[in-house]
């Protein structure tokens, strides 16, 4: 057998000439751009690719070299693409995007619709990110939020997506998945709950807590060192607080801001009750029409895999090969259809980067059902 | 400039020469390969990928070209890997499982524990896995059942990991974090709710429901149709239904099933109301030992990425260059580290294969705290 220090010598001299055919390769896929740019061809080319990689399966011998011969150049391919995407986009010949860029949102016309009543956290975000004078109104639900934006009765609905603790608002996914609503930006807001009772309440009247699920979470070390305390879950922390004064029974508090307390009348019993000092919550900025931001750098995507068909790890394949740097991802389950998923995606990114049109044309080509939520 | 055809034979003529050097590396990487397993050598050598990389990269021009050498050499290197992984596994040679591998679980003697009260679906699960007479003890929450797993006051708990209609049940994720207890089987239970009263009971009667929070999310188009409802989350459905007999307050319904409504004493007021018809819940099976089954053929683990350094789409390239099929990803953010997330992945495989063997070597260099949570 021979040394490790030799083998190691022949796989260098392997690889210089692996890396040499490399760079020519890439050189000729240039000039197939160049063709591409002038002739008004696609740059994906399907059959041409079934084709290639028959072909090189065939060249080597056995099935471990037969699999990876045919992975390494799925990944060579989209490299090839990568680059002919990039020539288009500098020869100005990228066709027309499903999104049209546009230059800033009109904050000071906007009309703009939250969830909850006055004092809900959603009213704060909605005004850290429009301003103090905004033009706004509330809704009880996030499905009313979101038909007021399809609707057109409101320009904008602000509403979160994800809390730094708690995780996900579940339903949001689900309703971006249902209305044709785009994502147009995001406000990170800082969240600190407060138990806010009746005047004159003391922590030991407390009987009965109203919060909404998130905020119940949210604070579940505090409530926890209260058992016996029954913990109902409302539509919104605002909302908690108002009815929390309406129904004027000592023995009832709300988990909600200082902010939505003051406006309810109640009174702060202990403040800053969040199990993490640090608890925020990401709101999104939902619109009706297909428009983003030309510095937008995050996309959100959702797509469907079939059931025991395309998988998971193909369809990941596409952000890897294009480089792109995923910065979530959701599985939520389809329904009813038990056991399949759809996902959702950010990554980051702008809709006229060469890489995130060669990445949403193979996941288009690989998935079902794929929507792009927004680039923001 | 050249036409289409003329390029294409050139580029073709280059992939021949790709194949061939392709399948020469291979060659010498499985020379490389018995070299190891005969000197005792390890497999990963960190330093010298890193060289590798650095070598090809000084071998082509430009950002773009240098960036793609690289890799398509990560994914060839990880493919060596696992080359030379199998080699070690058929040689007899590859170390020490942090599991142990067994055959059997010893279902007649387990003594097993569940979350909630006689009539859970967690007890139906039980009995589905363990059989009827099986020996069981009941917990109030997941997190006794857990602690009751650790300190092997049983040797297995049977707890909810997802539902097909609802999703994860977030808190089990959080708890396979917390303690050292392993998924050691799973089982699939079928799910259907009833709304369950006090005998006599109308449905005009009901004012107010108990239930868990993921059951109330299950049955959520029911409850709509009934918004003047109060809604209020427990620990467990057969909870609700055992708070709804003592209690005994003609407004007050459970939703649980119907099982659990008979040992109860409740009578069903509507049956089937769950949304999805093919509702059903996966229960995993927990102990404190790192064992799995020979035939297990699912591994879930859990990781955590460091803020704005190592990146999702670096971390999954080693389930794609190893061929790995996730099933599931799911993440989850760090308490106390805004915006930081942990991820929960599912993938095909056992423990003794080389693929996955060579994706957890990878994974442990490129994560933080990477955790098996178990071969199933």
Redesign the interface.
Known sequence: ????EV??E???S?????????????N??G??G??KV??G?KVFDRQREKE?LA??AS???GD??K???Q???Q??MS?SRK?QYRQLVEAGALGRLPFIQINDLDKQNARVVFQGTEGAYGQAAMRQFFGENVNSFHVRTFREAMESIEEGAADYAVLPIE?????PV?EMYDLLDEFENYIVAETILPVVHTLSGLPGAKLTDIKRVYSK?EALMQTSRFLDEHSDW????VVNTAIAAKKVLEENDISQAAVCSSYAAKVHGLSVLVDGIN??D???TRFIVVTNQKVFLKDASKISIRFELPHQSG????I??H???N???????????I??R??E?CFFVDFEGNLEDPAVKNAIRGLREESQNLKILGNY
């Open positions: 057998m021979e040394s490790l083998l190691r022949k796989l260098d392997i690889d210089d000439q692996i890396a040499a055919l490399y760079e020519q390769r890439m000729v896929c000039q197939v160049e063709y002038k002739a061809r290639k072909d090189v060249k080597v011998s471990f070299n699999k990876g011969i992975e390494l150049y990944q060579l490299m680059l809390n730094s603790t708690a995780g579940i699920t029954q913990r109902i879950s199990d993490d640090d608890n925020s998988s998971l790890y193909g990941l394949s952000f890897i090969y480089d792109l740097n995923m910065t979530k991802i959701e599985s939520r389950p329904k009813g038990p056991w998923y």
